[in-house]
Structure formats: structure tokens, C-alpha cells
């Protein structure tokens, strides 16, 4: 992105991701277009708002649905880059209807914004937000990686509509834009694979299920004793920051894992805010055997599939291109950790 003038556009502003992607941009002096599905929400919408008194003239709001076909013609004219990061983010537990609730949005939501990029001549990048979950279906998936190392060079292969419908649709999402891409030379694609995103969120009324599952561990859901779930884990901000470097540097190609090389778990992340939140007493203090939570998991929404393929099983993570060719470096796990636990009771407070 040489010059900074040209407008450039973030599907999903109002999002955990898009909001502090919108706002590092306009603190780089670019002039955003952003969409959002209805301006009529004020909860979503308002930090947004606050963005575009703080930078004037430098953001502009449009409303723009994933399903409706034409929907971002309006918001990506004149445009050179985009970051396309419009996609719901579900837990299991929160999927009804994978195909509807997930997929749809991913694949549909894909489809119309690259039509609307053959469509706007100006574009040259588009900087696609998917997820390590297009790369691997269950922890247990990357068991037969090369070293059991995560790495950008496999597509998930085992995720399918009835299992595990998020995988799925971010799988089928990011292949039908590398598809769209290898199908002309007018534009090129970066792709950005984050690992679970926490951190400070700008948006109180944000769905993320990166926030549904700290809010768990919050409100002490596992107060009796934290299972053996690990995730592989990025800060929102150096998140935010991938997609700018991925549009700003001309040599960026394929795909950036963005999560740190080490896992975390549960209990590790109890121990962290413990040790700065004495007080919190409903973060658990010790681990849960293997043996309750695959009794009780099917209670919380947990099948034993799920949970043969994920419980006690941790990977290394080969991050490598996004150090090297991005430049990120990441932050403490502990200073995520911090801000996004205060920036959850901050908005809780503000809510009362």
C-alpha cells in the first residue's frame, strides 16, 4: 500500500478483529471504508463512531450483509486493498445449524465480497482473514503433521458441515478465494491464519466465540477445576498489525499462521490472572483429570469425539513466516491475558 490516500476497505469493522484493525489503520494515517451489517445497532457500531470523530474525514461507515449478493460494490469503490474479515466465529456449543449459522455466512459472505473485487478495478490485495482451523480439523489432526509441528503448508482435510461446521466453512471459505485468485492476474491474495484471539476487545457487544470462551472462565464455569483444553494462541493487536504488514509489503505471498509457537491451556491462563487478580475467586485453581470431563463434557455441549480429539493433546506451532516476513513480534501471553480480563470487567461495569 503505497499510498496511503487511496481508501482501503475492512469487511467487518464492528468485529473483535476489524475494530482494531480500523483503528491501526487510521493511527497509520489510511483512509478506511469499513462495513458493518446494520448501523442501526448503536451497542456495535458506537466505537466506530468515536473512531471517525477522532480521525475526520479518514472513516467511513457502510452497511453491507454476507448473503446479499452487491452488498459491498458501494464500499469498495475506489479501493486498492481488502481486508476481508467479515466471518461469524461460533464455539461448538453455540452452533445449531452449522450450515446456516457458519457456513453460509463464510462461503456466500467469500463469494459476493470476490465479486465484488472482479468487479472494482482498482484492487490490487486482498489480505483474507481465515483461521489454523484451515489447516487442521482437530488437535489431533496435526499428530500426523511432519514433527507434529502446525504449519501453513496443510488445508483441513477431516472437518465436514456435522463436524466441527467453523473449520469447515473458514476451509471452504479460504479455498474458494485462493481458487478466485489463481483465476486472474489483476490481484493477489494473502491469506492470514490466526490461532484463538484474545485480547482487549473495542467492541462490548461483539459475538467472537474468542470472547464467549474466556467469558467461561471469567464467570467460573470451571471453578471446580480447569479441563486439559489447550489453543494455540494471538493477541488481537499483533493480529491487526499481520494484516497491515500482509498488505504493505509487496513480497508477502500464501499463507501466515499468526499464533504463538507455544500453546496454552486452561489452567495456565487461570494461573496467570490469579496471580494478578487475587481477588477473582472463581478462576480454578488446579486441573480437572481426564476422566470427568469426558463423563460430563456431553452436559456442556461437548461430544466424545470432540473430546477424544482435543483433551491433553498440545502441538508446537511453526510461526516462523509471520516473525520473519511480517516482522510481528508477539506479545507476553501474560500481558494479553491482563488487558483482555480488564477490558472484560471494564465493560461489564459499563453495562450495569
Not at 189 to 203: H, I, K, T, Y
Request: include cysteine.
Amino acid at each position: 500500500m503505497s499510498d496511503i490516500e487511496e481508501p482501503v476497505l475492512v469487511t467487518g469493522g464492528s468485529g473483535f478483529v476489524g475494530s482494531h484493525l480500523v483503528r491501526q489503520l487510521l493511527e497509520r494515517g489510511y483512509r478506511v471504508h469499513t462495513t458493518v451489517r446494520s448501523l442501526a445497532n448503536p451497542t456495535k457500531v458506537q466505537p466506530l463512531r468515536h473512531m471517525r470523530d477522532r480521525f475526520p474525514g479518514r472513516l467511513e461507515l457502510f452497511e453491507a450483509d454476507l448473503l446479499a449478493e452487491g452488498s459491498f460494490d458501494r464500499a469498495m469503490a475506489g479501493c486498492r486493498v481488502v481486508f476481508h474479515v467479515a466471518s461469524p466465529f461460533l464455539m461448538p456449543e453455540k452452533i445449531k445449524d452449522g450450515r446456516k449459522d457458519v457456513v453460509e455466512p463464510a462461503l456466500l459472505g467469500t463469494r459476493n465480497v470476490l465479486a465484488a473485487i472482479e468487479r472494482t478495478p482498482s484492487v490490487d490485495r486482498l489480505v483474507f482473514t481465515s483461521t489454523v482451523g484451515a489447516i487442521f480439523g482437530d488437535y489431533i489432526d496435526v499428530l500426523d503433521m511432519d514433527g507434529q509441528v502446525l504449519s501453513e503448508k496443510y488445508f483441513n482435510t477431516t472437518s465436514t458441515v456435522e463436524n466441527n461446521p467453523y473449520h469447515y466453512s473458514k476451509t471452504v471459505a479460504e479455498q474458494a478465494a485462493w481458487d478466485a485468485e489463481r483465476a486472474q492476474d489483476r490481484w493477489r491474495m494473502v491469506a492470514v491464519n490466526p490461532g484463538l484471539v484474545l485480547g482487549p476487545s473495542l467492541a462490548p457487544a461483539s459475538e467472537s466465540g474468542s470472547l464467549f470462551l474466556l467469558d467461561e472462565l471469567f464467570k467460573g464455569y470451571f471453578f471446580y477445576g480447569a479441563p486439559d483444553f489447550s489453543f494455540t494462541v494471538v493477541d488481537v493487536r499483533d493480529l491487526a498489525a499481520a494484516h497491515i504488514a500482509a498488505a504493505e509489503n509487496a513480497d508477502t505471498y500464501g499463507r501466515y499462521i499468526l499464533a504463538a509457537p507455544e500453546m496454552v491451556s486452561f489452567l495456565q491462563m487461570s494461573r496467570i490472572l490469579r496471580a494478578r487478580f487475587p481477588g477473582n475467586l472463581r478462576l480454578p485453581r488446579w486441573g480437572l483429570p481426564h476422566w470427568p470431563v469426558r463423563i460430563l463434557g456431553p452436559a456442556f455441549g461437548l461430544t466424545q469425539d470432540y473430546i477424544r480429539k482435543h483433551l491433553g493433546i498440545r502441538f508446537v506451532v511453526d510461526n516462523h513466516r509471520s516473525v520473519d516476513e511480517l516482522g510481528i513480534t508477539y506479545r507476553p501471553i501474560e500481558e494479553t491475558l491482563t488487558d483482555h480480563y480488564q477490558a472484560w470487567r471494564r465493560q461489564r461495569t459499563d453495562s450495569r
